[in-house]
């Protein structure tokens, strides 16, 4: 019996049936956090069937926090929206807020879509249900969380906006570019404002009595919103510096941050009823690192640090694919493009998967961990916002044993390209096939 007939009698097909992820919902019934990755940063299947096990854990399993892999300032205004308390009239003004690049990530039909879901099922519940809130878990948002500390200060508290905004004038010289910051800190150039935004958060917390006394509940959830911003902008203060002394540095400071927020999400909004959250984000992030070439440059990630914190109440989901479409850039800040995915090189999980013969299938890891062809080191695909094919192996390709690295995975055999709300002509013409023009 070969690999492929072997994996075959463990894949669960998926029908696009209402009830195909039936087997995934029972899948832990204690379960508390649930991450849902994804192999690229532009396929829309990924996002659609997130979007699809996602409605149905709100729906069915009582979940009330959506993280994604996003700037804080940016969702919250998605989060505004779906809660009602906005002036936002539709989905897609709502999501008008994610301008920095790569856009396409959450500016794309699917989420659009998902988003009035959201702000729809929030309008219906009764009131014992606590409502759905969309929030952001990354760090790159330093200057808008700036702005959005002194907003809230300014409305509650005059004086601690003049202090927040002289500790925060540090930043001032560099346009708002905070890798130059960082470039100037890491090379003696200036003093870091580690001390400053530091100060600013521990001030903050100080006030907290004071400042939660006012309004009740809108007054604690704008102050944890505050809060936030005042975290993430230590954090991000940290993370441009760490940025000139090498990648593991830097993504683990980034992956803890993503982590932190996560459990504080969850600490904020521990009531009765001790909430559970769902995690969007690449796999790379949410694919347990210690299953992965990652752990050997010293790396963790968000999926090491959430099964950490959470043991048997989180469970890592993957999805897969063998070739299709995705959108992507070639460049950093390059134009949005729907490129041709190439089939995935033999011997890497993606090719196996795709030995099975089956479209669409899921498998539970758990149970089919002990398999040798899942427990051995095999070469799997990673897409991020930039794909370049022509250097696939080194650019887009990494050793893991994929049932330490999650609990379950999905496999979607041909995919295609998300679809951006402002669709270019670059993306509207796409590659050509590399058959063309002889269709073979």
């Not at 409305?155 to 003049?162: E, G, L």
Request: aromatic letters at 10%; hydrophobic letters at 40%; one cysteine or more.
């Amino acid at each position: 019996m070969t690999d492929a007939e072997f994996d075959r009698e463990i894949a669960q097909q998926l029908s696009g049936h209402v009830d195909d992820y039936d087997p995934l919902l029972q899948f832990r019934g204690d379960a508390r956090v649930i991450l849902l990755g994804e192999a690229t940063h532009g396929t829309d299947e990924f996002y659609s069937e997130r979007a699809t096990i996602t409605k149905r854990l709100i729906a069915e399993k009582g979940f009330s926090i959506v993280a994604i892999e996003a700037d804080w300032p940016d969702s919250a205004r998605v989060h505004r929206y779906v809660r009602g308390a906005t002036g936002d009239a539709s989905a897609e003004q709502a999501l008008s807020g994610f301008r920095r690049f790569p856009t396409w990530m959450w500016r794309n039909t699917v989420v659009m879509g998902f988003v009035g879901w959201l702000r729809d099922f929030n309008k219906n519940i009764g009131p014992k249900r606590a409502p759905i809130g969309f929030y952001g878990m990354d760090l790159y948002s330093l200057h808008a969380s700036i702005e959005a500390v002194l907003a809230y200060l300014e409305k509650i508290d005059r004086n601690a906006a003049t202090r927040a905004r002289l500790r925060y004038s540090c930043f001032d010289h560099f346009s708002r570019d905070p890798q130059a910051y960082g470039y100037a800190t890491t090379v003696g150039a200036m003093e870091a404002c580690e001390n400053a935004v530091v100060a600013q958060l521990v001030e903050l917390q100080q006030k907290a009595g004071e400042f939660l006394s006012r309004d009740g509940a809108v007054a604690a959830e704008e102050f944890f919103f505050a809060e936030q911003n005042a975290r993430l902008v230590k954090d991000a203060e940290q993370y441009y510096r760490a940025m000139f002394r090498g990648r593991a540095s830097s993504w683990n400071l980034r992956d803890r941050h993503m982590a932190e927020t996560v459990e504080n999400l969850v600490a904020h909004l521990n009531g009765s009823r001790q909430p559970k959250a769902i995690i969007w984000a690449h796999n790379s992030h949410l694919g347990d690192a210690r299953a992965t070439e990652m752990s050997h440059y010293g790396e963790l990630n968000v999926g090491e640090l959430i099964r950490e914190r959470f043991s048997n109440e989180a469970v890592l989901i993957g999805f897969t694919t063998h070739h299709g479409t995705v959108t992507a850039a070639s460049d950093w800040g390059a134009p949005a493009e729907r490129k041709n995915v190439r089939p995935a090189l033999e011997g890497s999980y993606e090719d196996l998967f795709h030995e099975i013969g089956l479209d669409r299938f899921w498998i539970d890891l758990r149970d089919a961990g002990q398999i040798g062809v899942l427990q051995q080191l095999r070469i799997e695909r990673a897409i991020g916002v930039i794909y370049r094919p022509e250097t696939e192996r080194l650019s887009h390709y990494f050793h893991a044993r994929l049932s330490e690295q999650f609990d379950a995975v999905i496999h979607i055999d041909e995919t295609s390209a998300i679809e951006p709300l402002e669709r270019t002509g670059v993306w509207e013409e796409g590659e050509l096939p590399e058959t063309y023009p002889f269709k073979v």
